[in-house]
């Protein structure tokens, strides 16, 4: 991490510097903290912005109220009185929140740097009036900025291909006005093997995971996130998928869990992407070997870009991969059921006998696997151990119904260790 930290304060005082590269000469070849403008400098924005509408007119001046990654960001637009997500037209960074890639990081940070200090911000949609993208949720735009009133505009889509951050999208139709210039963006970013065509390291990527635990992660957060590039490093650990959280946007974002040798449990989330993706199908309750990067995300840790394999994973250490299978059971009638539950989610426990010796509460209950359509005919029993204080007084009695979560050591022994008392319920 620390070479990668020392890296990245070389990258981003290239940024600062704004060093302007010449992209011709015989035998030129990037170093990679170039910043290119000459392509750039030759697109002009002619179109009139003042007081026009986005949504309905193509163009008009916008605000930044959140930057995502490379090439998403979401603005309020003035005229339009309204906040919306853009998509950059033409171009397609490498990933750098849900999954993470090479050059992903730098690009992001490559358009936070410029437009944080842009004085104006103007986008200008691909059609009149404006449309989506593919997925209809993001408004497709090219963007153009200025440092100051002085300046010219420049357009960062194309920007981002010149430096390449990004190959050129376009292509030779009406729909892609620009596309001469993109092209020969690109091309100038090819000929110094700039970035996306070089071999070089890219400082915020990392490659080789550290193995850790959750605990680590959490108690020494410094040492695998960098705040300042908001980067992280590549980790594996070994935890317990314990839940699962859909959102409203339909990503999937599993709750990962370690409990150190003194029983304390240790959480941070994982982010599974969408539905297509094969990771948000991760069963939920087995062990698992967890590889990914951290990131930051609304204020809190977690864990992005893992490739999950359920099959050939345990040979290949890059994989998340399932080591234990049906090791975190969870007894609570009132959890909705999903199919990433495999055969881990039951029903209430109902309690059968009961008893305490030598510091530990044991219960033998029975529950119902959940199915789809409900729960299976048969219940299953199984014995529950919990350490209690001495002087403990069993309330348990036969017939009593309770909820909880526990773990396994043994895989398909039937007893579940309880870490807390408390999480009966």
Sequence with gaps: MKKLISFAVCLMLAFTLCLTACTGGTGKVADN????????????????????SFLQEGIGEAVITR????????VNLPVDDVSVMLRFHSVDTPESTGGVEKWGKAASLFVKDQLSKAEKVVVEATAVPAEK???GTRWLAY???????????????????????????GIDTPK???NTYFKQAENAARAIKLRLFSEKEDPLYSTDPVDVTIKDILENTEQYYNAEFDSGSKVRFSAAITDIIK????????????????????????YAGYASASASQMPVGHLYRVVGTI??????????????????????MEYTH???????????????????YSATLYTDVTVVSSSVENGTLTIVGTAYKRTKDGQEETPTTFTFNVAVAEGYVNNFVEGDTFSVRGYQYIKDSGIITIIDLADIN
């Design 67 to 74: 930057f995502v990654d490379g090439d998403t960001m979401a």
């Design 247 to 270: 959102s409203s946007t339909g990503t999937t974002t599993f709750v990962a869990t370690y409990f150190d040798e003194e029983g304390k449990k240790y959480e941070i989330d994982v």
């Design 143 to 169: 963007v153009w900025y200025r440092q100051s009133a002085s300046e010219p505009f420049k357009n960062l889509n194309l920007e981002l291909v010149e430096n390449g951050y990004s190959l050129n999208k």
């Design 322 to 340: 399932p080591t234990q299978r049906n090791y975190y059971l969870t007894f609570d009638s009132t959890v909705t059921y999903r199919s990433n």
């Design 133 to 135: 993208d593919s997925y």
């Design 295 to 316: 990131q930051m995300h609304n204020g809190k840790l977690q864990v992005s870009g893992i490739t999950y394999n359920a099959i050939y994973g345990e040979s290949n």
């Design 176 to 178: 892609f006005p620009y």
């Design 33 to 52: 903290t170039e910043h290119l403008t000459a392509v750039t400098q030759k697109c002009k924005l002619t179109k009139t912005y003042e007081g026009k």
